[in-house]
C-alpha cells in the first residue's frame, strides 16, 4: 500500500537552530500538507501547497516557516530559527489529484526544542 | 475559520460494549472523516462520509451524519482491547484543508 514517508523520525535541536523537515508524498499525489501536533492537542493545520506554491496557511506558519518541493519528489518544512513552543509532532500529508479521496498521513516527525 | 468540537475527550467502555463520539462543525463543510491515532503514529483514515449520506457503516463501525450537516458521530460496536487509541473526528469544507477535533482518547477495558 502506498505511503507517505517522513524523515527525520525524532529531531532533538537548540533554540534559534534551523530545522528541516522531509516527506515524501505518494507519488501521484498532487496536494501536500503540513500539520502540528503539540503533546497531547488536536492536530493542526499548518500549510497547504499545490502547484509549487502555496495554496492556503495557517496563523501558526509566520514568517519563520517555509515548504518548497525541491526535486519534484521531497516536500520539506522548514522553521528557520526554532522556539520552545515549536516542540510538537509534524505530519505530512498528501491527498490524490481527484480531492475527493483520502488524505494519507505519514508516521510523523518529533521535534524537540531544547 | 472553521472549528470543530468533539465529546467526550477520554472515554472508557468495557470490552464488548459500544463507544460513541460526538462532533461539531460549525463551518459548510460536506465531507467529515473519522481517523485512528496509535501511540506515536500519524492519524488512520477508519471511515468517513459526505453531506449527501446521513449514515455509513462498515463492520464495527458507523458513521451517523444528521441533515444540517453539523453533528456527526462516530459508533464503535463490541469494542475490543485493540480498539484503543485517539480518534480524530475532522470536517472539509471549500478547499482541502481538514480541521481536526480535540480528539477522544478510548480505553476498552477487558
Known amino acids: 500500500?502506498?505511503?507517505?514517508?517522513?524523515?527525520?523520525?525524532?529531531?532533538?535541536?537548540?533554540?534559534?537552530?534551523?530545522v528541516i523537515l522531509r516527506c515524501v508524498p505518494i507519488s501521484n499525489h498532487l496536494y501536500f500538507y503540513w500539520y502540528r501536533q503539540i503533546l497531547g492537542q488536536k492536530v493542526e493545520f499548518l500549510v497547504s501547497f499545490y502547484n509549487n506554491e502555496i495554496s492556503e496557511k495557517s496563523e501558526i506558519f509566520d514568517d519563520q516557516f517555509s515548504v518548497e518541493r525541491p526535486d519534484g519528489s521531497n516536500f520539506t518544512l522548514k522553521i528557520r530559527s526554532t522556539k520552545l513552543e515549536d516542540s510538537a509532532m509534524y505530519f505530512c500529508a498528501?491527498?490524490?489529484?481527484?480531492?475527493?479521496?483520502?488524505?494519507?498521513?505519514?508516521?510523523?516527525?518529533?521535534?524537540?526544542?531544547? | 475559520g472553521e472549528n470543530v468540537e468533539q465529546h467526550p475527550s477520554t472515554l472508557s467502555v468495557q470490552e464488548g460494549d459500544s463507544a460513541v463520539i460526538k462532533c461539531t462543525s460549525d463551518s459548510a463543510s460536506n465531507y467529515f472523516p473519522w481517523y485512528k491515532q496509535e501511540l506515536g503514529k500519524?492519524?488512520?483514515?477508519?471511515?468517513?462520509?459526505?453531506?449527501?449520506?446521513?449514515?455509513?457503516?462498515?463492520?464495527?463501525?458507523?458513521?451517523?451524519?444528521?441533515?444540517?450537516?453539523?453533528?456527526?458521530?462516530?459508533?464503535?460496536?463490541?469494542?475490543?482491547?485493540?480498539?484503543?487509541a485517539v480518534y480524530f473526528c475532522a470536517a472539509k469544507a471549500a478547499g482541502n484543508k481538514l480541521t481536526f477535533g480535540g480528539g477522544t482518547r478510548v480505553l476498552v477495558k477487558p
Do not use: W, Y
Not at chain 2, 42 to 65: C, H, M, Y
Open chain 1, 1 to 18: 500500500e502506498p505511503e507517505v514517508t517522513q524523515t527525520p523520525s525524532h529531531q532533538v535541536t537548540q533554540m534559534g537552530q534551523e
Open chain 1, 94 to 114: 498528501s491527498l490524490d489529484r481527484a480531492r475527493t479521496g483520502e488524505l494519507f498521513f505519514g508516521e510523523g516527525s518529533r521535534l524537540t526544542v531544547l
Open chain 2, 42 to 84: 500519524g492519524p488512520q483514515l477508519i471511515i468517513d462520509i459526505r453531506s449527501n449520506v446521513g449514515e455509513k457503516k462498515d463492520q464495527r463501525i458507523a458513521v451517523t451524519l444528521n441533515k444540517t450537516a453539523k453533528h456527526f458521530s462516530l459508533h464503535i460496536t463490541e469494542t475490543q482491547p485493540e480498539d484503543s
